[in-house]
């Protein structure tokens, strides 16, 4: 399985962005999914995830903003980011397959710049 993010960019305060992972392999649908972020000098966060059911999980720091989707057809999973505040600046990672709490397949990153 490879996972392709893209979406990722600069943009002002306030504005938004929609990440996309693109999926490769027969078994998407059945993963769960989830988008992941590291900013300059911090761990690697989780952000939201949804499983193979559609439920999703967004993180309480942003979750009025952030939203997590999936079209299993399309083999693609969203990340729409709303009102973006310069602390989202990050590198944001898709990850599929959650096995024992851990994602086994990650994406390459896509770099998101929100200035202020």
């Known amino acids: 399985v490879q996972l392709q993010a893209s979406g990722g960019g600069l943009v002002l305060a306030g504005g938004s962005l929609r990440l996309s992972c693109a999926a490769s392999?027969?078994?998407?649908?059945?993963?769960?999914m989830a988008w992941f972020r590291q900013a300059p000098g911090k761990e690697r966060e989780l952000v939201a995830e949804i499983n193979f059911f559609g439920s999703s999980h967004v993180e309480a720091s942003v979750k009025d903003r952030f939203a997590i989707s999936r079209d299993n057809k399309k083999k693609t999973v969203y990340l729409q980011m709303n009102s973006l505040k310069p602390d989202d600046t990050a590198v944001y990672y898709c990850a599929g397959q959650k096995i024992a709490n851990k994602y086994t397949y990650w994406g390459q990153g896509t770099q998101v710049t929100v200035s202020s």
């Open positions: 392999g027969h078994s998407f649908s059945s993963y769960s």
